[in-house]
């Protein structure tokens, strides 16, 4: 597609349950990148992959946090057992790589009661 | 990679040049300089990036000083929807490898009428 699609758009799940978020990146974009952005704070970076692999994932808040990347392309970020605090909006982000910019999604806005 | 320091906030008038500082003393020679912008509710938008020369596109112009410690990002005629979040952030991009831009928390703009 011509941008970077996020799925789903608005996520309400309860505490403890495992969740799911999804991310297509613009196609022939071979870097991705997941941050997150708690209300009025800023972005947070989680990980980075270049192509399959995730060489920095140096973001991830804690072990309940997950990513993989299947095929070069679509990402998955998944969280075990959610808690309150993970309520944020998630940003996925892509680009060729080298110095160019990245393009952003528009996010899943994930909310935990 | 190196720090940046912007002001918290500004105004500009709708119609004049809005011209956004961002201080990079601790800038190496390998470091770039990005700028993004978040509109409210909205993923990051990528505006523009230099590494030495200044750099002009159709959204804006950025001027980096000779010694690269600070740079302008330039506006040239702020309308409404700029209103937003700016972004100045330096990175190392090694040639064919895509890295984390790390963001600070910016300068909100304010365009009023």
């Known amino acids: 597609g011509a941008g970077v699609s996020q799925s789903p758009s608005n996520k309400v799940t309860e505490k403890g349950k495992d969740v799911e978020l999804r991310c297509d990146p613009i196609s022939g974009h071979t870097a991705l990148y997941w941050y997150r952005q708690s209300l009025g704070q800023g972005l947070e970076f989680l990980i980075y992959f270049q192509g399959n692999s995730a060489p920095d994932k140096s973001g991830l808040p804690s072990d309940r946090f997950s990513a993989e990347r299947t095929g070069g392309s679509v990402s998955t970020l998944t969280i075990q057992r959610t808690q309150q605090e993970d309520s944020a909006v998630y940003l996925c982000a892509s680009s060729k790589g080298g110095a160019g910019g990245y393009t952003f999604g528009s996010g899943t806005r994930l909310t935990v009661v | 990679d190196a720090k940046t320091t912007q002001p918290p906030s500004m105004d500009c008038a709708e119609g004049r040049a809005a011209n956004l500082p961002c201080n990079h003393s601790?800038?190496?020679?390998?470091?770039?300089v990005y700028w993004y912008r978040q509109i409210h509710s909205q993923g990051p938008q990528y505006i523009i990036h230099?590494?030495?020369n200044n750099e002009t596109n159709e959204m804006a112009s950025l001027i980096i000083t000779e010694d690269r410690k600070s740079s302008t990002l330039i506006l040239p005629h702020a309308t409404l929807r700029d209103t937003a979040v700016y972004y100045c952030i330096v990175r190392v991009f090694p040639y064919n490898q895509g890295g984390k831009l790390i963001f600070g928390q910016g300068t909100e703009l304010s365009v009023k009428p």
């Open positions: 601790t800038i190496s020679g390998n470091e770039y």
């Open positions: 230099g590494l030495k």
